[in-house]
């Protein structure tokens, strides 16, 4: 089985998340699939980061839905780095990316993105949002689409089905062999998040996971050994 080590946001344990920076270390590190946010800004452009405000992550305040791009530029998200656009991360990297979307119209937005660029090979789609998914699908037929769950049950099986998703990506600590069982007779990928530790790894592995969500690099080298 190949056990594929996704790069959460870059890698954002050593690296500020969400740049370019991190996505370049993630790649030098040979992590399979680098994984990215997107939001909005005030006039249209689709900018990687993960929460809705940029408080967190950068030297300034407020909602990125209110500033425009020019104005989200201006901001330091982290040793000197500038928030991308999503493009600039296409054209940085070449691995394969897992684009997380928040929204229907983030999903419009990075559908006319794919369907330009023809990316159906590289980008699988994520959401914690199956109207999201749902979109995506409609827009760019063939798309990969994976359902993000934090809190769930046994459930979260129809609903991955329901909005035609392949992929659940799923919180690690409630994860439970029930759930893995009902993931694999529905025939869908399951990928752990987040995988920081040995005791993690070990966890997924012992689950046959297909993959692991991790904010280290080390995960990838130490992961052909866990079993």
């Known amino acids: 089985m190949n056990f594929l080590t996704i790069g959460h946001r870059g890698v954002m344990g050593v690296e500020p998340e969400n740049t370019l920076r991190s996505f370049v270390a993630a790649q030098q590190a040979g992590l399979d699939v680098i994984e990215l946010d997107l939001h909005l800004s005030k006039d249209g452009a689709l900018v990687v980061m993960h929460d809705t405000e940029v408080d967190r992550t950068t030297d300034g305040s407020g909602a990125i839905a209110h500033k425009t791009l020019a104005e989200l530029r201006s901001l330091d998200a982290g040793r000197g780095e500038r928030i991308p656009v999503f493009e600039e991360v296409l054209d940085a990297v070449h691995t394969p990316l897992q684009a997380e979307i928040k929204d229907v119209a983030a999903a419009r937005a990075l559908g006319e993105v794919m369907r330009q660029r ?3 090979s590289r980008v699988e789609v994520a959401s914690f949002h199956a109207e999201a998914i749902t979109e995506i699908a ?11 769950a934090s809190r769930y049950g ?24 029930e759930i893995v069982e009902h993931a694999r007779k529905a025939d869908l990928r399951i990928i752990g998040w987040v995988v920081n530790t040995q005791d993690h790894l070990r966890l997924v ?18 992961g052909r050994f866990t079993a």
């Open 118 to 120: 023809d990316l159906v």
């Open 138 to 148: 409609r827009l760019v037929p063939g798309v990969r689409t994976a359902l993000v």
């Open 154 to 177: 046994i459930d979260v099986v129809e609903r991955a089905t329901a909005a035609g998703a392949a992929t659940l990506c799923l919180n690690i600590r409630r994860l439970t062999l």
């Open 205 to 222: 592995r012992a689950f046959e996971l297909d993959g692991a969500t991790t904010d280290y690099p080390e995960i990838k080298r130490t």
